[in-house]
């Protein structure tokens, strides 16, 4: 059974560009967050997607944006990047929406260096 | 959001218990308490969650307090792939799968 998976688990983009982060949820989830960690920081909630549509959302600019598909995968959109977005994106996946108490599974992340 | 309190770092021997402590005053009666970790480069792994009663797993123990104002995880035999960064987390209930981490508490193990 396939945990989360996250693609590309690397990658370095300039400053002004657009980034697009992928996430396949474990199997039989239905739900997906994206996280942000800076480095030495904990992981900072930035929004949550169930039945493809955004549900919660932390405190983050509009530039970060999300969408899901049908098969609960999701994506991550950062436009007009900044340096500050150097940081780990985190995706994780849980069943049912607001619903706690869950185990939530999360994927190895995405390493994005904004130069 | 409740807010936790947890030690900055922590040391153990290996093969020793460890005791993970976590102050969570302001934790409502129904949210849930989650512990996770986060090993060096890789993304956060789930250890345990409970809401009043003690809970075990494979992993680890988690004792409640009787106030649910703080809780404690155990680890019964440290191992060097226990070093990590350990995260208290509650959940609350209307929020649920929407986790704010701390700093939590960076342990180390010795050899």
């Known amino acids: 059974d396939a945990g989360v998976t996250q693609s590309p688990t690397h990658l370095i983009k300039t400053r002004g560009q657009q980034v697009t982060l992928r996430c396949s949820p474990k199997?039989?989830?239905?739900?997906v967050s994206w996280y942000q960690q800076a480095l030495g920081q904990g992981p900072q909630f930035i929004f949550q997607y169930y039945e493809e549509e955004e549900r919660q959302r932390g405190n983050f600019p509009d530039r970060f944006s999300g969408h899901q598909f049908p098969n609960y995968s999701s994506e991550l959109n950062v436009n007009a990047l900044l340096l500050g977005d150097s940081a780990l994106y985190l995706c994780?996946?849980?069943?049912?929406?607001?619903?706690?108490?869950?185990?939530?599974?999360f994927g190895e992340g995405s390493w994005l260096t904004v130069v | 959001d409740a807010k936790t309190t947890q030690p900055n770092s922590m040391e153990s021997n290996e093969e020793e218990p460890v005791h993970l402590p976590c102050n969570h005053s302001?934790?409502?009666?129904?949210?849930?308490i989650h512990w996770y970790r986060q090993l060096p480069s890789q993304g956060p792994e789930y250890v345990i969650h409970g809401l009043t009663s003690n809970v075990n797993n494979r992993m680890a123990s988690l004792a409640i307090a009787e106030d649910r104002k703080s809780s404690t995880l155990i680890l019964h035999r440290a191992t060097l792939r226990d070093a990590a960064v350990y995260y208290c987390i509650p959940d609350h209930y209307n929020q649920g799968g929407k986790l704010i981490f701390g700093q939590g508490t960076e342990l180390s193990v010795k050899p």
């Open positions: 199997s039989g989830h239905d739900t």
């Open positions: 994780a996946s849980s069943l049912g929406y607001r619903t706690s108490g869950n185990t939530i599974y």
């Open positions: 302001t934790i409502s009666g129904t949210d849930y």
